[in-house]
């Protein structure tokens, strides 16, 4: 998959006036640590805005005195990633400056309140970010911003998953049954309910719950056995879940 970058200069942003420096050992990952609006999981809009606050409040930050926003980069949960300071720059988010110059700086744009969990995509942008950073010379490690300094950054979630080793995460089609895996649970569950089955149920039945057997309690599988009609609107509507799926 292809880095979806968000460029300083289509945010309008002139070129960092950060401190150079060649490499580092790898990336630290962080969070904003504040409220992050449940708005802008449906508007990107939302994404870019909340990355030029951040950099205005650190150029308006007196004591810290950044001379750009503080991250090499952002990571948002549509899965775009925002350019910060960029590659070979010093990040200033790190907790001092021997920190700093270890690690790059990587934001995922989530915080300690309203949207608190990473999407799949947001997972994916901040491995595009460092793998992006890798290429062009810095070390393998990812660690979280708590590494080394005391700070709650980058929270529970995404420090879980840095401590996985930050791995991308698997597709929902990997996670779920085959055909054989779904006929096979629900013939049991009609066995064990007594229920009888012909061939033609099973495709049915097997169709019908291509969402996962577990969504199906056992009165709706004795209802099934029973009642061909029933199994019949099911499979319709799972036939259209799947279609969509796959349109996606
Ligand atoms: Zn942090
Ligand atoms: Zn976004």
Redesign the pocket.
Known sequence: MVMRLVTRAQLGWPVSSAPLQATTKGVKVHYTGSAVSTA?LK??????ALWQDIREAHLANVQENYSDVAYNYAA?????V?EGRGIGRRTGANGSQTLNKAHYAVLG?IGNSGVTEPTDELLNAIRDATEHLQTHGAGTEIKGHKDGHATSCPGGPLYAWVQKGAPRPTTEEDDMPTTAEIADAVARKLIAGGGVLENSDVDRIAKAVAARPATLTDAQVQALATNPTLAEAIAEKVAAKLAARLAN
């Open positions: 802008l508007d990107h809009s939302l994404c870019l948002c949960v549509h899965g775009y925002l744009l």
